[in-house]
């Protein structure tokens, strides 16, 4: 009755191919898993992120959302499809203008680009956005992408910068040309012949406790290659990411503490393992009650979730200085506030996945990764190998922002192939993703912050009662930055700030840019709004009369310089007065749309919180003349790959086209640490620098050259020319090391801290970074609804290495603030998709006015500083200031959802 | 194994229904977002090759919309000012590449409480023609859906069109979610006026996502005809829609919130087909 023969057939970017599998296949799956073209990106399977967008007949759509049988006699293009020889001008202009940061969104971004540019081919903003408004990305801030879209025309990219000139250059991404083809490798797009498919049998309850049945006869009636459980595990089945917190099973024993905790991996080949239906898995549940909320921690005190943790307390963190409480008793105005934020997620538009095989007695592992010598470390811990018998190849990870330093699937297809001898893929789900990976903690949070009568600053107490969720993960880390951050980066003679981290059985809190700043800064930030009122002050100047300055100690009693918050607002001071005068005016002429300005600041030190994170940088020459850079910072869309290439390109003094780049794979790259706590530039950047310069003076020494000579490498030839003589240095005559080099330099830096005392004091970091962002929003009184119109963004980098991807961190940033400020609140257990799970989209993004300012780091490479997280940490402050300035609602928990504003608005009113 | 069957004509999927069970598939964008695996499930109608499901045409008496015609065919349509509510929601279903392929028959057989067709083609007085294989019968829209995910096609039946009668006026649409594309829906609200010499002669109202089903405001349209259009926007308070609606707390918004947004949306929509008709 089905008349097959017709259905047989695809046609795919012109050529045609069998259909195999089931008319009944997602598009999305046959074009990947059957035809191999794994271009196309799978990031929800339900239509909610794009990523998947094909075209059909030249229209757009969803090939996770349309059956294999509906492209019969159809024309189907795919991003394999959008180059031949070379890019087309579209992906060109993506390249040109940064509009790629992790190139998970990429593939789905240009083929609905293709789609509109079809029909519209000089498309207005309007209709790039409302034609891209199906495609998530959660790097970007979007701004790019239309940007590139309506630049398409423009035509080649630019050059690559001379020598000497790298530092500075508005560079497009050296890593750039594979996500735009679409042939970038993330993790789930490495399939080796022969591999098997894993998938983890999870809890389905917030708490519960639970019994295997009959494993083997399950595995036997269901074709599956092995079960495993904790059983097989032959390490030690206990990790974290923090020394002295281990406390995570790989897979859990007898009981459960949230919902998504893997209990077992069934492991077989894939057409078996992709259609079982796990509900018929052998096990008993049985649900106990579960704690979800910071409240029921406090109040579940006597029975903790971990028995050494008494009153559910993983850790407190605390910073002192003078004496807060008489401060406050003696200042002119005191303003108080509690705030609650939600739980955040990541939404990375990559689910977790990876692939793992044995090479000899090496277990390899391909796998999205901000962190492979963690994962490398964890992964052998639990699997009880040493770590040289582990070998982590990090795939390209396709967004992170925190949660993908801690291990997902690598310990999981690790068993899985050192049980069964294949090699082992594992793909989560979003559902998966959503439920069993960390979270954003959510914080309740209470603050006084006191003044005198000029509106100068005396003292702040700040509490806040962290959920961090089932297991440790980076609970720690938050507890300690939050105190050291919680002042903002303002003067505060007297200071008292404690963070509380707290179990329940909500999913684990974790690392996410910020470590539990961003949630810090809103509550500090509303009371400066109060603080500025009550002393008479406009809110920026008040912001400014108390911003630190060079020299000024923190409320840890670190002396710091190259400062640069006070610059930061000086540029707003501009764009803030005329904001004041077009809102006046917007106001006088509209009665229930009302617009709004708000200011916040954020500081934010880099690196480890006084902890050792050293990285190390090799730089090495050829016998045949090849300069290749060692860089292992894992780049996951940020930029790591370019901005370290450029540092060390011009402190060796050598051109950034004769640079071959060894990116991280733990068995060729020195431990570059992790891609966090916005330390690359800063620390990698530095180990980069200071290898270039050593591999310089060494070079410079051969020949006696002056340290103005200039170096160049050139059809296999290092050549050093002081202006004088021109001299060739012959490295074929010179001896290879072991690393394969004639000559070669690795450098290692660790940024100077020290420990901090009882009372929080110290040496934190090395090097901080600053910025101070403007918000204008527009409200709607009736409906409680936020439009935010434009934010101006000022931040220090201190030096910018390169303008391009600043501004791509920037407005990235700015769209995760606003998602966390207006409509982001994970719900454990209701929320764990992408439609329910809100982050903006192209049509929710503002105009953003980016400002870049440079004053320079004494300690930081070439003056730089980090900039990944600062840059979020100021917009939802921002925004909530906006919002109360527009409609006089004041939003003390987290997102600012149209019933919250709407409520707020009606509360202010009374 | 999964049975996959794709007719090209009408008497065949019928006969196919009337044979078995199975699950009737168009665009597949509610289908296979709920789906976990990789593919659809039991036995699968996909009734797109069925070209005289999708389309859109007109006689002296009406409209009519084949059920598998997907949003965008909607939305770029040739129509008179009466359908612009319902262009309007078209364009806001999920994202070009869900109106691309969802169809409009579909939005009314999945169901949903927040199914964004249904208010405006409930202001346009909208009948389903459902076929099987003993014949058609057609059923008001607004006895179509009985509950959330609930209608009455019976198992056997194909919904095959949408039946909208010829009607002056204007319409208009409003959605209200947290973002700008992709959302679900915390309220909505359609309407459709006709006015002579300044008066209203003719108002349909419909709201959505505030209540089990969407549904017209029969006593705020009754108050509505014959008042002068200022008059007829003071009439949108709360005693006329809130008896009418029963609107749930979720995460998107409180029950409370959706009240006073019910209120501002039904607002809101009658201005603009007010405006519009003027």
């Given at each position: 009755m089905t008349e097959l023969s017709k259905f047989t057939e695809l046609k795919v970017n012109g050529k045609t191919y069998k259909l195999q599998?089931?008319?009944?296949?997602?598009l999305s799956a046959v074009l990947r898993d059957?035809?191999?073209?794994?271009?196309?990106?799978?990031?929800?399977?339900?239509?909610?992120?794009?990523?998947c967008t094909v075209l059909l007949d030249g229209a757009p759509i969803c090939s996770c959302l349309t059956?294999?049988?509906?492209?019969?006699g159809r024309d189907v293009t795919t991003v394999?499809?959008?180059?031949?020889n070379a890019l087309s001008s579209l992906q060109n202009a993506f390249l040109r203008h940064g509009?790629?940061?992790?190139?998970?969104c990429t593939p789905g971004m240009l083929m609905a680009a293709v789609g509109l540019l079809k029909v519209?081919?000089?498309?207005s903003r309007a209709q790039v956005e409302n034609a891209l408004g199906g495609v998530l990305c959660r790097?970007?801030?979007y701004k790019k992408i239309i940007d590139a879209v309506m630049d398409v025309d423009a035509g080649a990219r630019p050059a690559m910068p001379v020598c000497g000139a790298a530092v500075g250059a508005a560079l497009e991404?050296?890593?750039?040309v594979a996500k735009v083809a679409g042939t970038e490798v993330f993790g789930a797009d490495l399939v080796p012949d022969g591999c098997l498919s894993v998938r983890a049998v999870r809890a389905p309850y917030h708490a519960a406790t639970f019994t295997f049945g009959d494993l083997t006869a399950w595995c036997r009636d269901n074709a599956v290659v092995s079960v495993l459980t904790?059983?097989?595990?032959?390490?030690?089945?206990k990790y974290g990411v923090i020394p002295g917190f281990e406390?995570?099973?790989a897979l859990a024993v007898e009981?459960?503490?949230?919902?998504?905790?893997?209990v077992a991996l069934v492991v077989g080949e894939p057409d078996i393992i992709e259609a079982?239906?796990?509900?018929?898995?052998p096990v008993d549940w049985v649900e106990i009650a579960a704690t979800l909320t910071q409240a029921d921690a406090r109040e579940t005190a006597d029975e903790?979730?971990?028995?050494?943790r008494k009153g559910n307390v993983l850790i407190a963190g605390k910073v002192l200085n003078g004496d807060a409480k008489g401060a406050l008793q003696k200042a002119a105005h005191v303003a108080r506030e509690r705030v609650q934020t939600a739980y955040v997620e990541?939404?990375?538009?990559?689910?977790e996945a990876g692939v793992s095989w044995m090479d000899g007695d090496v277990l390899n592992i391909h796998a999205c990764t901000q962190a492979p010598i963690m994962d490398r470390d964890t992964t052998a811990g639990i699997l009880g190998l040493?770590?040289?018998?582990v070998r982590i190849l990090p795939a390209?990870?396709?967004?992170?922002?925190?949660?993908?330093?801690d291990v997902s699937v690598q310990p999981l297809i690790g068993l899985a192939a050192l049980v069964t001898g294949r090699p082992c893929r594992m793909v989560y789900s979003r559902t998966t993703s959503m439920q069993s990976t960390t979270k954003r903690h959510p914080g309740d949070m209470q603050a006084s912050i006191g003044v005198d009568a000029a509106g100068f600053l005396q003292a702040m107490e700040f509490t806040g009662d962290f959920n961090?969720?089932?297991?440790?993960?980076w609970g720690p880390t938050v507890a300690n930055r939050v105190p050291v951050h919680a002042s903002g980066p303002y003067r505060m003679p007297h200071y008292f700030a404690q963070a509380t981290a707290l179990h329940t059985n909500g999913p684990s809190s974790g690392a996410f840019r910020g470590f539990g700043v961003p949630q810090a800064a809103i509550l500090q930030e509303i009371l400066f709004d109060d603080l500025a009122e009550m002393a008479g002050l406009d809110r920026l100047k008040f912001r400014r009369q108390n911003a630190l300055q060079d020299g000024d100690h923190t409320v840890c009693g670190q002396q710091i310089f190259g400062v640069g918050i006070g610059e930061c607002l000086d540029a707003l001071a501009g764009p803030w007065q005329l904001a004041q005068v077009r809102v006046a005016s917007f106001n006088a002429k509209s009665q229930t749309l009302k617009r709004g300005l708000g200011i916040a600041s954020c500081w934010y030190g880099c690196g480890n919180t006084a902890l050792p994170n050293p990285s190390t940088i090799r730089l090495g020459i050829t016998a045949a003349g090849v300069l290749k850079l060692h860089q292992?910072?894992?780049?996951?869309?940020?930029?790591a790959n370019t901005v370290i290439t450029q540092i060390c390109a011009d402190a060796l003094g050598?051109?950034?086209?004769d640079f071959t780049l060894v990116s991280s794979d733990t068995f060729l790259t020195p431990d570059c640490g992790?891609?966090?706590?916005?330390r690359q530039t800063f620390v990698t950047g530095k180990a980069a620098e200071m290898a270039g310069l050593a591999l310089r003076k060494m070079i410079l020494a051969m020949v006696n050259a002056g340290e103005s000579a200039a170096i160049s490498l050139q059809d296999g030839k290092l050549r050093v020319n002081d202006g004088v003589t021109a001299r060739e240095i012959a490295l074929e005559t010179l001896e290879q090391n072991?690393?394969?080099?004639?000559l070669m330099a690795e450098e290692t830096y660790d940024p100077p801290t020290k420990s901090l005392d009882e009372?929080?004091?110290?040496?934190?970091?090395a090097v901080y970074g600053y910025g101070a962002q403007m918000a204008e929003v527009e409200v709607?009184?009736?409906?409680?609804t936020t439009r935010v119109v434009k934010i101006t963004a000022a931040h220090d980098l201190?030096?910018?290495?390169?303008p391009l991807l600043a501004e791509g961190q920037i407005e990235g940033g700015i769209a995760q603030g606003l998602g966390m400020a207006l409509m982001e609140e994970y719900i454990p257990g209701?929320?764990?998709?992408?439609h329910d799970y809100l982050i903006p989209t192209i049509g929710d993004m503002p105009e953003i006015e980016t400002i870049l300012i440079e004053v320079p780091?004494?300690?930081?490479?070439?003056?730089a500083k980090g900039l990944g997280e600062h840059v979020l940490i100021p917009t939802a402050p921002a925004i909530l200031n906006a919002i109360r300035d527009a409609s006089g609602a004041r939003v003390t928990?987290?997102?600012?959802l149209p019933h919250r504003v709407l409520a707020a608005i009606k509360e202010a009113r009374k | 194994m999964s049975q996959y069957f794709q007719p090209e004509n009408l008497p065949a999927a019928l006969a196919w229904l009337a044979a078995q069970s199975g699950q009737v598939a168009a665009g597949c964008t509610d289908l296979l977002a709920a789906e976990t695996r990789q593919n659809l499930a039991g036995a699968i109608l996909d009734?797109?090759?069925?070209?005289?499901?999708?389309g859109i045409s007109s006689s002296p008496k009406g409209w009519r919309i084949g059920a598998?015609?997907?949003?965008n065919v909607v939305r770029d349509a040739e129509l008179p000012a009466v359908f612009d509510g319902l262009k309007q929601a078209a364009s806001e279903i999920g994202s070009v590449q869900i109106q691309n392929a969802g169809t409009i028959g579909g939005n009314l057989c999945n169901?949903?409480?927040?199914?964004?067709?249904?208010p405006a083609l409930l202001t346009l007085d909208t009948v389903v023609e459902l076929a099987s294989a003993d014949g058609l019968r057609l059923v008001p829209l607004s006895e179509f859906i009985t509950g959330p995910r609930q209608t009455?096609?019976?198992?056997?039946?194909?919904?095959?069109a949408l039946v909208i009668p010829s009607q002056a006026g204007h319409g208009a649409f409003i959605k209200l979610g947290?973002?700008?594309?992709m959302v679900i829906s915390i309220a909505m609200a359609a309407a459709r006026v006709v006015l002579t010499n300044g008066r209203v002669e003719e108002a349909a109202i419909a709201i959505g996502a505030c209540g089990p089903v969407a549904k017209r405001l029969a006593r705020l349209e009754a108050a509505l005809i014959g008042q002068q259009m200022d008059r007829a926007l003071s009439l949108v308070v709360p005693s006329m829609i809130l008896p009418e609606i029963s609107p749930i707390a979720d995460i998107r918004a409180d029950q409370s919130y959706r009240e006073q947004a019910a209120i501002e949306v039904v607002r809101r929509s009658l201005a603009m087909a007010l405006e519009a008709a003027v």
């Open positions: 599998g089931s008319q009944a296949r997602r059957d035809l191999g073209l794994r271009g196309t990106k799978v990031g929800c399977d339900a239509g909610d992120c794009g990523a059956s294999a049988a509906q492209v019969r394999e499809g959008l180059s031949g509009a790629a940061q992790c190139g998970i519209t081919p000089r498309p790097c970007t801030g991404r050296l890593d750039g904790a059983k097989d595990i032959l390490g030690r089945n406390d995570q099973p009981r459960t503490l949230f919902k998504g905790e893997a079982l239906d796990l509900a018929g898995f903790p979730l971990h028995p050494t990541h939404a990375y538009i990559e689910p040493a770590q040289e018998n390209a990870t396709g967004g992170g922002f925190g949660a993908k330093l961090t969720g089932a297991y440790s993960s292992g910072a894992t780049d996951i869309g940020q930029g050598v051109a950034i086209a992790k891609t966090s706590a916005s072991g690393f394969g080099y004639v009372n929080g004091q110290g040496i934190p970091y709607d009184l009736a409906l409680g201190g030096r910018v290495i390169n209701r929320t764990d998709n992408l780091d004494p300690e930081g490479p070439m003056g928990r987290l997102p600012a | 009734i797109t090759g069925i070209g005289v499901l999708s598998a015609t997907p949003w169901a949903s409480p927040a199914a964004d067709g249904m009455v096609l019976r198992p056997d039946e194909l919904m095959t947290a973002r700008k594309y």
